[in-house]
């Protein structure tokens, strides 16, 4: 799977729009870009998956880069209880297939 | 959403007792599962990998024979800490695998060996 690269930490007004940055400068054309988060002491939760069309669901959106070395995490409108680390996973999309977790970026929304 | 369940959620054990987690999707079937164990302030750190009816896959430097792992069913697969020790204190967290592309995770099991 390729590598991908988060910054560590962020801060975010609640209400304002949280914009999480990853680039994956090696990813292969069959690799999908997931974001996954984590609150304290919860397991990691889904929030979507992309190839290389902008996405968007009911918690967040997914714009990947033309290039697709890289794309942002969008949460239109944080609230408290989106401080979580959030994880931004790239691996092909196929059966057995495991997540292998980096650092993530540690998002504290802010009242 | 799929949901996934483990019991137990929080579970304290003396040294070198076994100590069993189950893990459980509840309104799906998973062929696969997949164990993860995460220290404090670190990131999840894949285990192993449970596949329905057949031995486990586990990753590097990862004891089998200390976590043992059975995934009897579509629905549920275990994870036996062997002779635990104060070290085997962690969260540990499953995952079952939906589709080609989605994975749902349970709510994690933190275990503390005195």
């Known amino acids: 799977d390729a590598k991908t690269t988060q910054p560590t930490s962020m801060d975010c007004a609640e209400g304002r729009a949280a914009n999480l940055p990853c680039n994956h400068s090696?990813?292969?054309?069959?690799?999908?870009v997931y974001w996954y988060r984590q609150i304290h002491s919860q397991g990691p939760q889904y929030i979507i998956h992309g190839l290389k069309n902008n996405e968007t669901n009911e918690m967040a959106s997914l714009i990947i880069t033309e290039d697709r070395k890289s794309s942002t995490l969008i949460l239109p409108h944080a609230t408290l209880r989106d401080t979580a680390v959030y994880y931004c996973i790239v691996r092909v999309r196929d059966a057995g297939n495991m997540l292998t977790f980096g650092g993530g970026t540690r998002l504290m929304v802010k009242p | 959403g799929a949901v996934v369940s483990q019991h137990p959620s929080r579970v304290i054990c003396k040294s070198g007792t076994s100590v069993k987690i189950e893990c459980r999707s509840l309104?799906?079937?998973?062929?696969?599962m997949f164990w993860y164990r995460q220290f404090p302030k670190q990131s999840l750190m894949l285990m192993a990998t449970?596949?329905?009816?057949?031995?486990?896959?586990?990753e590097q430097g990862v004891e089998k024979d200390k976590f043992l792992i059975n995934h009897a069913s579509l629905t549920l697969s275990t994870l036996t800490v062997t002779s635990a020790h104060p070290e085997d204190s962690s969260f540990y967290i499953c995952s079952a695998r939906l589709l080609a592309d989605t994975q749902y995770f349970g709510p994690g099991t933190r275990l503390t060996v005195l």
């Open positions: 090696t990813i292969s054309g069959n690799e999908y």
């Open positions: 449970s596949n329905e009816g057949s031995k486990a896959t586990y």
């Open positions: 309104d799906f079937q998973a062929t696969t």
